[in-house]
């Protein structure tokens, strides 16, 4: 005959192994009876989301990752980002020199909200750059909160927070 | 004493729900700040941060300092809008009109599903930067042709055939580029004429979007009392408006529902486009789930849009942010407006609180809607009913609820 704890233990184990079974069929079951339609498949898969950091940091001068002898800086001539309202970004290296020069020429931007996993609904006109610095026209962040702003060259990046309010 | 000492262990383990309804009032019922400026932003009348910023006609004329002409000319606009809103005559098979689906028992809106489409309620309509729930329209004026074109609703063909704007004398204020400068409404309403349009239907889509532009504000709601209470703070002597669980509703609604993100603002609407997983009808075309993808491309073909307008330049055509993205609907009169989503696929507001409790996968592109940790619901049953409890309170008292 079985001790108790022999018996609690086996029990408990069999009660596991049958919820992840039964999630397993669960699962494979909607994901048949779904029955996706696609059309313009993108990315059905949910995309990973960040939690934000208890402290956003909204510093606008930073180093460049992978870059250390470069700053990078960020301004608002239209001032902060406000909630639906259009802004530009100049975004600023320095010391000005062949290699923040080359480091801007590809800079990319990518403008996103971490805590939803999407970007903005425009798309910005990225300037020629002039100096040591590019501009960034017509951004427009569609929805409140954490938003963050991206930049890479090559093996070099940066990114800024921007915490917009809901009015 | 073992096996009743296993049944316990049991139940304790797999027998207990995952939520039980509570059976108190909340003896807290104090807002938080931000609370407070969620509801104070709701109030009828509250500026709204995604306003259309070009100038609406008739109001804006009226509002200006301009001509007795002008003025009359656009009160006897808004008149003739009107009577052509209600005018069967006008459709190819005199059956049709604007209000036939635009019901005003009905919030202006519909039970009927067009095409695979809802039919949108038209309070607030003239301050949305885009119209229709893929955002197909830049303007009242531009929205208008879409209707009124359909062979499955008015029918009529606009096209022009055999005589150029040059042999009729007419002109088209166009840009150095050949671009038609239709920036405003207003520029909209003062041409006689617009390229490749027949000048009646112009007539009547300038009409009949004087007159859509004056149904700005619903009913008040029993959620306007409650704001206007909580923003003079004359809650604690205000009479119940909102039940118990229509606080709770309030509660969730701006916190662990998340819905105020996208609901907010005066017509609980910021315009935007989101694509939160709506699942497709049976009837709905494959190509209409694209949702703002599509949209984008009809505007580029509609006659009326804004082409020199500073926002067509970060349009994001061909980007695949705009995929399954459909515009937030109002909450405004929520009770009258069934069915719910873009594509109707919802008759009760509980089946569409229950889809952002689950949050599925979205067919097309990516759903932003919010999950729960795990995959799991996002909300539990009861905070589900309490947000349905406090979305009743956004209709008007009076009138036909369907919900």
């Avoid at chain 1, 425009?122 to 702003?149: D, I, N, S």
């Avoid at chain 2, 993808?293 to 926002?311: H, I, K, V, Y």
């Avoid at chain 2, 994001?316 to 009770?335: D, I």
């Amino acid at each position: 005959m079985m001790h108790l704890k022999t018996r609690l233990c086996v029990l408990g184990m069999t009660a596991v192994a049958t919820a992840v079974t039964v999630e397993v069929v669960v699962n494979v079951l909607s994901l048949i009876t779904a029955a996706p339609r696609s059309v313009v498949l993108a990315d059905k898969r949910q995309k990973a989301t960040e939690t934000r950091p208890p402290n956003l940091d909204l510093a606008r001068e930073r180093p460049m990752e992978g870059a250390e002898s470069l700053t990078a800086t960020v301004a608002f001539p239209r001032g902060e980002p406000r909630l639906q309202r259009p802004f530009d970004v100049i975004f600023c290296l320095k010391p000005d020199s062949p290699e923040s020069l080359k480091t801007l020429a590809n800079i990319d931007m990518k403008v996103t909200m971490p805590e939803h996993a999407h970007g903005m609904m425009v798309v910005p006109e990225r300037q020629k750059p002039r100096g040591a610095c590019v501009v960034y026209k017509g951004l427009r962040l569609h929805m409140a909160g954490w938003w963050r702003l991206d930049f890479r060259s090559e093996g070099a990046k940066v990114s800024f927070h921007v915490d917009v309010p809901a009015s | 004493m073992r096996k009743r000492l296993l049944g316990i262990l049991l139940f304790a383990a797999f027998g207990v729900p995952q939520s039980l309804p509570t059976q108190s009032f909340p003896e807290d019922t104090a807002l938080d700040r931000a609370q407070i400026e969620f509801l104070a932003s709701a109030l009828l009348g509250a500026p709204f941060s995604g306003a259309r910023k070009a100038p609406e006609f008739p109001s804006e004329l009226a509002s200006e300092t301009v001509t007795a002409h002008a003025t009359a000319h656009a009160t006897d606009l808004v008149a003739k809008g009107q009577k052509a809103f209600h005018d069967r005559s006008l459709s190819v098979q005199n059956n049709t009109s604007c209000a036939d689906c635009h019901l005003a028992r009905a919030a202006f809106s519909s039970p009927r599903v067009v095409d695979g489409r809802g039919v949108p309620s038209l309070y607030g309509a003239g301050v949305w930067r885009f119209l229709n729930a893929d955002g197909s329209a830049d303007s009242l004026v531009s929205q208008a042709l879409g209707p009124l074109t359909h062979p499955l609703e008015m029918g009529v063909d606009c096209n022009e055939t055999d005589t150029s704007p040059e042999q009729r004398g007419e002109g088209v204020s166009k840009n150095e580029r050949g671009q038609t400068n239709l920036v405003t409404d207003r520029d909209r309403a003062s041409h006689g004429h617009v390229a490749g349009i027949q000048t009646h239907c112009t007539e009547f889509l300038q009409a009949v979007a004087a007159y859509v532009n004056t149904l700005t504000l619903p009913p008040p709601a029993p959620l306007d009392v409650f704001a206007q209470a909580a923003r003079r703070g004359t809650l604690p002597t205000l009479e119940p408006v909102l039940s118990h669980s229509a606080l709770r509703g309030l509660k969730a609604f701006t916190t662990t529902a998340q819905c105020a993100r996208c609901h907010f603002g005066p017509y609980l609407s910021n315009g935007e486009f989101h694509n939160v997983g709506v699942p497709a009808t049976p009837e709905e075309r494959p190509e209409k789930a694209a949702g703002r993808a599509q949209g984008l491309e009809r505007l580029a073909q509609n006659p009326f849009r804004c082409e020199t307008c500073e926002e067509w330049k970060h349009l994001p055509r061909g980007r695949t942010v705009a995929v399954g993205a459909f515009k937030t609907p109002t909450l405004r009169e929520l009770s009258r407006t069934p069915p719910y989503m873009h594509n109707g696929i919802y008759q009760s507001i509980e089946a569409a609180v229950e889809h952002y409790a689950m949050a599925p996968e979205a067919i097309v592109g990516t759903s932003e809607a919010p999950r729960g940790p795990r995959g799991e619901r996002l909300f539990s049953t009861q905070t589900q009913h309490d947000i349905h409890s406090f979305l009743l309170t956004l209709s008007s008292v009076g009138g036909t609820d369907r919900r």
